[in-house]
């Protein structure tokens, strides 16, 4: 069980070494370095940014980063960078190509993990009758709203479960 939220240098790594478990790293890579600034990524509805641009000075930089929406305000944090010296039109082609691999794998590997990247609010989960879990389940902002969806839950179902996503500590109602 994962105990706390994975950083923004840790996805950028993670995703690194799934690439080249399948080859997908270049050759024509000069670095990829992860951001110097790594923080927590505590919820799992964000989206994926880039630069793909040629360098001030020299080579070809793909920037990437998160975007999200926090305290009603949008926050940028960076994952990391890859660059490469080459400046030809084909490194580009290459680039982009690196650009579409990192986002695919980086977009299966979150929803896979979906868990391990929410640890902010809190999901709440029916039960039918038979004691199995619905399909679907709600993810609140606070406490207060997960109580009282539970409510309004257990007037059509016998047990309802609210996890609190910080804790990962469970409670059911009947």
């Not at 105990?3 to 790293?25: D, Q, S, V, Y």
């Not at 809190?122 to 609140?140: E, I, L, M, P």
């Amino acid at each position: 069980m994962v105990t706390r939220p994975m950083t923004t240098e840790e996805l950028f790594n993670k995703i690194c070494g799934i690439l080249k478990e399948k080859g997908k790293m270049l050759d024509i890579l000069d670095y990829g370095l992860p951001t110097s600034n790594p923080v927590p990524i505590r919820m799992y509805q964000f989206d994926l940014r880039n630069k793909l641009a040629y360098g001030g000075c020299e080579g070809i930089y793909l920037d990437l980063w998160i975007e999200y929406f926090a305290n009603k305000e949008k926050q940028r944090k960076g994952l990391g960078t890859f660059k490469t010296l080459d400046e030809s039109s084909e490194a580009m082609h290459i680039m982009a190509g690196l650009l579409a691999d990192f986002t695919i794998e980086e977009y299966a590997y979150v929803n896979v993990n979906i868990d391990d990247f929410t640890w902010e609010g809190a999901d709440v989960h029916a039960f039918d009758g038979d004691g199995k879990q619905c399909s679907w389940g709600y993810t609140c902002s606070t406490m207060k709203a997960a109580l009282n969806k539970k409510d309004e839950l257990l007037k059509k179902y016998p047990q309802v479960v609210i996890r609190d996503n910080s804790t990962r500590k469970e409670k059911i109602y009947q």
